[in-house]
């Protein structure tokens, strides 16, 4: 290999870290994709696609609706995978795929309402993202939801740009 | 151009690349350095009750560290900035943390690992004032590196230590 060769491969090799930063990191909204729907009159099932290296906290996921009236039951969170953490000892967290079936007592002639989802989680790279809260609107009659505009912590400083969720 | 003129500017693109490569490992500085206006100037809540700005230790060799107790890397990273408060005071060096967070976590926990310094809670406010610090993506822990006259100098995004801040404050001391 000539040394303009080996050089430029240096150059390049390195060149991505120059201008990476925070771009290695994925948003929260795209390390934590959430989804949800209402699925009969009386269980909402939620989703979050957890991107790889990255994980949320069992204990932290939290659900509330508006109206207040549309009444949530004990979410049915799945097992979770135990991490041995330095400071806090045994913790659940989910990686990859996760799917929570939230029971729901719909009032009569409800049409829509707004589902609050609160979480928080961590990369493996060594940082932990601000607690997250997004808001889908879910009906009878209304598919598969994304989040909306607004939701999170950062989201309503108009920091990070929400990412649809397919 | 001569041929050995284009090699040697090759080489130096080259080795400037590599610096900077090295110099900004992903996840050891944020993308850009700013002193946002005001930064010295916006009140935050202290532990104390009342509000402070971080402009109270201006003139020293400020070093910012957004936390929370919830966040593991954090606390990592914290038993470290207590040594380095503790045996550089004298030259100049003030910590200063700012946890996004409950206050009622917040003083407990002080109070456990024995912080030295300045702590001030916030939330929205907390974290506007870390985003437009360069940490868009609000993840913790993020530190700043403020010189004598209050211009941002140094950012890093998640856990730093002793060995990697010593040189970057010396320069500054």
Redesign the interface.
């Known amino acids: 290999m000539s040394l303009q060769r080996l050089l430029l491969g240096i150059a390049l090799g390195c060149a991505p870290a120059t201008w990476a930063g925070q771009g290695d990191l994925l948003t929260p909204q795209q390390a934590f994709r959430l989804s949800a729907q209402l699925v009969s009159r009386n269980e909402i099932v939620v989703r979050y696609d957890i991107a790889p290296g990255y994980y949320l906290y069992r204990d932290k996921l939290k659900f509330a609706t508006e109206p207040a009236a549309v009444a949530l039951g004990v979410p049915r969170t799945p097992k979770a995978a135990v991490h041995e953490d330095e400071f806090f000892g045994r913790v659940e967290i989910y990686r990859g795929p996760v799917v929570i079936r939230v029971p729901v007592k719909l009032p009569a002639g409800t049409e829509r309402f707004t589902l609050t989802a609160r979480s928080q989680g961590c990369a493996d790279a060594g940082v932990c993202y601000t607690p997250q809260q997004q808001q889908l609107v879910l009906g009878p009659g209304i598919g598969a939801a994304e989040p909306a505009g607004s939701g999170s912590l950062i989201d309503s400083l108009g920091g990070v740009r929400p990412e649809k969720t397919p | 151009m001569k041929r050995g003129t284009k090699?040697f500017l090759?080489?130096a693109?080259?080795?400037a690349?590599?610096a900077?490569?090295?110099a900004?490992?992903?996840?050891n500085?944020?993308?850009v350095v700013v002193t946002p206006a005001g930064l010295l100037e916006t009140p935050l809540e202290s532990i104390d009750g009342g509000k402070q700005p971080l402009g109270t230790w201006k003139g020293k060799v400020l070093v910012v560290n957004f936390w929370?107790t919830?966040?593991?890397?954090?606390?990592?990273e914290i038993p470290e900035f207590i040594r380095m408060q503790e045996r550089l005071k004298d030259q100049g060096l003030q910590f200063v943390g700012i946890a996004?967070d409950e206050k009622d976590k917040v003083v407990p926990y002080i109070r456990e690992v024995g912080i030295n310094y300045p702590v001030l809670v916030g939330?929205?406010d907390a974290?506007?004032m870390s985003?437009s610090l360069?940490?868009?993506?609000?993840?913790?822990?993020f530190t700043v590196v403020v010189d004598r006259s209050g211009k941002v100098v140094h950012t890093i995004?998640?856990?730093t230590s002793e060995a990697s801040l010593e040189p970057i404050l010396k320069a500054l001391f």
């Not at chain 2, 919830?70 to 990592?76: D, I, N, T």
Request: one cysteine or more; proline letters at 9%.
């Open positions: 090699i090759f080489i693109v080259a080795l690349a590599l900077a490569g090295l900004l490992h992903p996840l500085r944020g993308p929370a919830w966040c593991a890397p954090c606390r990592k996004i939330e929205l974290v506007e985003r360069g940490n868009e993506l609000g993840a913790l822990p995004l998640g856990a």
